[in-house]
C-alpha cells in the first residue's frame, strides 16, 4: 500500500458472513489456482525449459508490437516496472532481445527482439497453443467463450487501485480529490 492511502474497509459484513468464509472458494484464490495449473502445464510443456509464462508474454509483446520502451513493455504485458526489467535482462542475457537507447531520446531503453528471439518464440507458439487448449481441456467451447469474456470483464490492477483511491477520497470528504482523479 502506498504511504498516505488507506485500505478500502469492508463495511456491513455480519460475523455469519465473516464465518461462513471460505478461502478456497474467493476468485483470488480460484484464479491463482487456475493459473498455477497452466503455468504447470507451461513449464512441462514448452520446448525451452529455461523460458518463464512471463518471459514468454514479454517475447509476444515484442513480436506483435515490434521494439518498445520498457514502459510499453509492462504495460502491454500488465507488470510492473521491476519486473518487467528484470524479465527484459534475463532475456538479453540470453540474447533473445537487444536493448538500445532511443534514436529521438538517448535516455530511453528500446527493447526489441533479436533473430534468435524471434525464432524461438516462433518454434514455443504452437506449442502455446497446445498448453492454452490443455488448460481450457475440462471446459466445453461455450464455457471457454463465456471464461474469456468474463476475465475480459474484469478489471485490471491499475484501474481497480484508481476506483478504490477515488472510493477512499470521498469517503474522507476530499471530494476535490475524487474530481481530478475523475477527469472532472
Same mark, same amino acid.
Given at each position: 500500500m502506498t504511504e498516505g492511502k488507506r485500505p478500502l474497509i469492508a463495511r456491513g459484513k455480519s460475523q455469519k458472513e465473516i464465518r461462513a468464509y471460505n478461502f478456497q472458494? @474467493?476468485?483470488?484464490?480460484?484464479? #491463482?489456482k487456475a493459473y498455477?495449473?497452466?503455468?504447470?502445464? *507451461?513449464? #512441462?510443456?514448452?520446448? %525451452?525449459k @529455461? /523460458?518463464?509464462?512471463?518471459? *514468454?508474454?514479454?517475447?509476444c509483446a515484442l513480436r506483435d508490437g515490434g521494439a518498445c520502451s520498457l514502459s510499453d513493455i509492462g504495460r502491454a504485458v500488465v507488470m510492473d516496472p521491476a519486473t518487467t526489467r528484470g524479465i527484459v535482462a534475463r532475456l538479453s542475457e540470453r540474447g533473445m532481445v537487444a536493448l538500445k537507447s532511443d534514436v529521438v531520446d538517448k535516455r530511453r531503453m528500446v527493447v526489441g527482439l533479436t533473430k534468435k528471439g524471434r525464432t524461438q518464440i516462433n518454434k514455443i507458439i504452437p506449442h502455446a497453443i497446445n498448453i492454452s487448449e490443455a488448460t481450457f481441456s475440462p471446459l466445453n467451447p461455450a464455457e471457454r467463450a463465456a471464461l474469456v469474456y468474463l476475465? #475480459? !470483464? /474484469?478489471?485490471?490492477?491499475?484501474? /481497480? %487501485?484508481?476506483?478504490?483511491? !477515488? !472510493? %477512499? %477520497?470521498i469517503a474522507n470528504g476530499n471530494f476535490t480529490a475524487a474530481r481530478a482523479k475523475r477527469g472532472s
Open positions: 472458494e @474467493q476468485v483470488g484464490f480460484l484464479l #491463482r498455477q495449473s497452466h503455468a504447470l502445464l *507451461f513449464q #512441462r510443456l514448452c520446448p %525451452d @529455461q /523460458l518463464t509464462t512471463a518471459q *514468454f508474454a514479454v517475447l476475465l #475480459r !470483464k /474484469l478489471p485490471n490492477a491499475a484501474i /481497480l %487501485d484508481e476506483e478504490i483511491e !477515488k !472510493k %477512499d %477520497d
